[in-house]
């Protein structure tokens, strides 16, 4: 099993940044890849980063893509989402997900593991 706990989200103004963070506990070997997802009010929940657990390859989606970095600290378990120039359509529940299956992928069905989500609220 695989424990994720984020933190880190807030109330920022539009243009401004935040860092949200995902700690990662128990079979953390068994990860092959780290994701941040997000869902907004009223919509699906939508993919936003990811990042191999070993190599550290990212990827983004195009509408993050220059604004949002992802990275993970393995020593530390950790993962972590710089966001930047954030916009009021930014705003949602962020949360962070793991997953065993080799191969990259950004559809939720291929994450095995979540954590409770963090509230990002970008103000214009």
């Known amino acids: 099993q695989v424990q994720l706990v984020e933190s880190g989200g807030g109330l920022v103004q539009a243009g401004g940044s935040l860092r949200v963070s995902c700690a990662v506990a128990?079979?953390?070997?068994?990860?092959?890849?780290m994701g941040w997802f997000r869902q907004a009010p009223g919509k699906e929940r939508e993919f936003v980063a990811r990042?191999?657990?070993?190599?550290?390859?990212?990827y983004y989606a195009d509408s993050v893509k220059g604004r949002f970095t992802i990275s993970r600290d393995n020593a530390k378990n950790m993962v972590y989402l710089q966001m930047n120039s954030l916009q009021p359509e930014d705003t949602a529940v962020y949360y962070c997900?793991?997953?065993?299956?080799?191969?990259?992928?950004?559809?939720?069905?291929?994450?095995?593991?979540w954590g409770q989500g963090t509230q990002v609220t970008v103000s214009s």
């Open positions: 990042i191999t657990r070993r190599g550290g390859t990212s």
């Open positions: 997900a793991a997953s065993t299956n080799l191969g990259l992928t950004t559809s939720s069905n291929d994450y095995n593991y």
């Open positions: 128990g079979r953390t070997l068994s990860i092959y890849a």
